[in-house]
């Protein structure tokens, strides 16, 4: 039997009577027959609400709606059909010499120019000179294009494929040459070396992929986990508010409640001492104007007429009342800041706000940086204006003060021998001998002064260890904690010492220099654990 009437034979069995393509997916109904899934699905849907099913091939009727059980072995035999059918089809040349019906071919002849199917090719001469190649329609490219014989060798020098008559008579006589099939391994040994290289970057590519993916889904978990904690965190913060909120109100309500009653006892009793002084004045008038002087003698004294109680009094009585007492709105106020304050400490964050000095601060023989970064001393009056804030002495403090989560921040001190770094409330005296940065119990540093190291606080000196490669000095602060300390950022870090108190207010970074200047690196870091 001819092969393309086989083929044609097989294709006719595999052809869906619906779709009249080949079977996709092919199922089976109780009376035998196979149909695409698709197609039998939708046929069955056209025929709801009939009552009746029928077999679009053999009419056949079923009661209730036919369930479809998949034909694994036809689906096996439509997919090798394909896939047989794609690798003949696929070159799209056929046999030379099947005229009747188109076959798929073979191999080509070079020297024929000719393509064979498998029938033809048992068939065809085998000789050296009918050269067999992949099936091709481009034949005249197999062939030198002046002497018109296939290619036999390879031309190494100019890198070009030539016949037996391109060595002995062409341009390429003397050259190097190799044989087709030396020529071809040779490059097909440097493509796989290219192949190899290609697949190792697409590996690499391919990890880095799934690298770049995991962290996309961690940032996405990492994401929805501080959303969570934010939503949990306002809703908090909502709640707290709701309940200050109904406090202070109630508390203002209590208290104008009470001033009024207050204020009502005090006009009841100004109207009963109105009501006096109104008979006292109707009795003094009627005295004035009597005639009869012995009558106006023998009165009693004025002294009881004009005995009357300082009005005085109840107006600082009702002064006092009308003070609402401000204790818990400004505890609440307080209590409302530490909440905004853990908006900052509930997550995690590296902030980037910049630490800045307080220009108002700095003492007299200080230049502060356009920048607000860098203090440097100078031995001239730079004749700051005098105000309470400036202080007396060679120092400054930060314009923010924390009063709430951990912080830390850094300072570079190579170019001065001698300085306090450090932190301190905002109250603390700013003249007089106890206003220097650890004089007192206001604040807390680290100090340099004649190559010796110590912590100050209250007056009170720790000394530190001599040999501290000092040149930047990093203090952390835990305020919760009530935890200050103060490391140098050597090779390793250092620590040096961790101070310990009840923080009452906020604090302030602080800075004392003589001779040189100090300067602040970057902005002030904040961390927190989420819980």
Not at 156 to 183: M, P, Y
Not at 430 to 456: E, H, P, T
């Amino acid at each position: 039997m001819n092969p393309a009437m086989a083929s044609a034979d097989v294709r006719q069995e595999l052809v869906c009577c619906i779709c009249l393509s080949i079977y996709t997916d092919p199922v089976t109904l109780r009376c035998g027959h196979n149909f695409c899934r698709v197609c039998i699905d939708r046929a069955l849907d056209t025929q709801e609400g009939a009552g009746v099913y029928n077999c679009p091939e053999c009419r056949a009727k079923f009661r209730r709606r036919p369930a479809l059980q998949r034909n694994i072995t036809l689906c096996n035999i439509v997919g090798s059909f394909l896939s047989t059918r794609t690798d003949q089809e696929e070159t799209g040349i056929f046999c030379t010499y099947c005229v009747d019906s188109p076959v798929p071919a073979a191999k080509s002849c070079l020297l024929c120019e000719a393509s064979l199917c498998d029938k033809h090719l048992r068939v065809h001469s085998k000789s050296a000179e009918h050269i067999l190649c992949d099936p091709t329609t481009a034949l005249e490219t197999r062939k030198c294009c002046i002497h018109k014989e296939s290619y036999r060798y390879y031309c190494t020098e100019d890198a070009a494929c030539i016949c037996v008559a391109c060595c002995l008579l062409g341009e390429h006589r003397g050259h190097q040459l190799e044989s087709l099939d030396e020529a071809s391994e040779k490059k097909k040994e440097k493509l796989r070396n290219v192949l190899q290289k290609l697949t190792t970057k697409r590996a690499e590519a391919e990890k880095r992929a799934q690298s770049l993916q995991e962290r996309r889904r961690e940032d996405q978990r990492n994401a929805a986990g501080v959303t969570e904690t934010v939503t949990a965190l306002f809703r908090d913060i909502r709640r707290q508010l709701k309940d200050m909120e109904k406090r202070v109100l109630s508390e203002i309500s209590r208290q104008e409640q009470r001033y009024s009653l207050s204020v009502s006892d005090l006009i009841q009793q100004l109207e009963i001492k109105k009501d006096e002084l109104s008979g006292k004045m109707r009795h003094i008038a009627e005295l004035c104007n009597m005639s009869d002087p012995v009558t106006v003698l023998q009165e009693p004294g004025t002294g009881d007429l004009c005995d009357t109680e300082d009005t005085e009094t109840h107006d600082t009585q009702v002064r006092g009342a009308g003070d609402l007492d401000l204790g818990l709105i400004s505890g609440t106020l307080h209590i409302l800041s530490g909440i905004i304050t853990g908006i900052n400490t509930g997550i995690y964050v590296q902030e980037a706000t910049d630490l800045l000095l307080d220009v108002t601060t700095a003492g007299y023989y200080l230049q502060i940086s356009g920048d607000r970064k860098t203090a440097s001393w100078s031995d001239i009056d730079q004749n700051h204006p005098v105000t309470p804030e400036r202080f007396q002495c060679d120092q400054v403090i930060s314009i923010r003060g924390f009063f709430s989560g951990r912080h830390y921040w850094e300072v570079d001190v190579s170019k001065s021998v001698w300085w306090r770094v450090g932190m301190c409330y905002p109250s603390m005296d700013r003249r007089g001998r106890l206003s220097d940065f650890g004089n007192n119990n206001k604040s807390w540093c680290v100090c340099r002064c004649n190559n010796q190291y110590s912590v100050i606080h209250d007056s009170r000196e720790i000394p530190l260890p001599d040999n501290i490669p000092c040149d930047r000095v990093r203090v952390y602060l835990d305020y919760e904690a009530g935890q200050l300390s103060f490391y140098s950022l050597c090779d390793p870090i250092r620590h040096l010492h961790t101070c310990t108190a009840a923080l009452t207010e906020p604090l302030h970074a602080a800075l004392y220099i003589w001779g040189g200047c100090i300067t602040i690196c970057g902005g002030v870091g904040s961390w927190e654990i989420l819980p």
